[in-house]
């Protein structure tokens, strides 16, 4: 079993920052693939940045260059930068873990963005 802990949501004003971590434990080794997914109020699940274990990235085409999402194998944990943050970035962000072998996905709870003056 894979348990992802998402931190870093809250509060945060148009323009501003934050970073969204997520740390993993359990069977974390047939973890191919962490992702961030987001859902805004109202509407459904969406695909925010992904990185395999060779690192390479993949970012929704609407958040390339303000997003950035990074791993720390060390620590297993994955990052989610989140840069000139506007009002329609917010939403909550989960974290997510895919196993090819079990063909499978793991969610963590979710944490809270809202960007708002």
């Known amino acids: 079993q894979v348990q992802l802990v998402e931190s870093g949501g809250g509060l945060v004003q148009p323009g501003g920052s934050l970073r969204l971590s997520c740390a993993a434990s359990?069977?974390?080794?047939?973890?191919?693939?962490m992702g961030w997914y987001r859902q805004p109020p109202g509407k459904e699940r969406e695909l925010v940045a992904s990185?395999?274990?060779?690192?390479?990235?993949n970012y929704a085409d609407s958040l390339k260059g303000r997003f950035t999402i990074s791993r720390d194998n060390a620590k297993n944990t994955v990052y989610l930068q989140m840069n000139t943050l506007k009002p329609e970035d917010t939403a909550v962000y989960y974290c997510?873990?895919?196993?090819?072998?079990?063909?499978?996905?793991?969610w963590g709870q979710g944490t809270q963005v809202t960007v708002s003056s």
């Open positions: 359990g069977s974390i080794f047939n973890i191919n693939v």
């Open positions: 990185i395999n274990r060779g690192g390479n990235t």
């Open positions: 997510q873990g895919y196993s090819a072998l079990y063909r499978s996905d793991y």
